[in-house]
């Protein structure tokens, strides 16, 4: 069984989104020695905080591809009005990804002038 993959997905986070272990227990519902170790790849996710930490994840690959990777974290802790002012990072831990990659579809469909 591949159970470090899922500890690679809270890596890939990190290096390419640019989250905080903070931000990562946000969204996973882990507490901060458990994401902590799942970056120093000794434990990996299992359950819901493996599956919101994929989601998490896919949100980071779609974003990296239309904004500055640096403004990742900027961009998912704003409070965004086409969210109803929430914050993409709360949606996400609520397991509301959809509502977040439907915003990100339109970020990445490309504009006719």
Do not use: C
């Not at 989601?55 to 904004?67: G, P």
């Not at 977040?100 to 339109?106: G, H, K, T, W």
Request: net charge neutral.
């Amino acid at each position: 069984m591949h159970t470090m993959a899922y500890a690679e997905e809270a890596r890939y986070v990190r290096r390419v989104g640019h989250l905080s272990d903070r931000e990562i227990a946000q969204v996973t519902g882990a507490g901060l020695s458990t994401v902590s170790a799942w970056l120093r790849m000794t434990r990996s996710p299992s359950g819901q905080r493996a599956q919101r930490l994929v989601e998490l994840s896919a949100m980071v690959e779609r974003l990296a591809r239309v904004v500055d990777e640096d403004y990742i974290p900027v961009w998912l802790n704003k409070p965004i009005a086409a969210l109803d002012d929430h914050k993409p990072l709360e949606l996400l831990a609520a397991g509301e990804y959809r509502q977040v990659a439907r915003l990100i579809s339109e970020l990445e469909a490309p504009t006719f002038t």
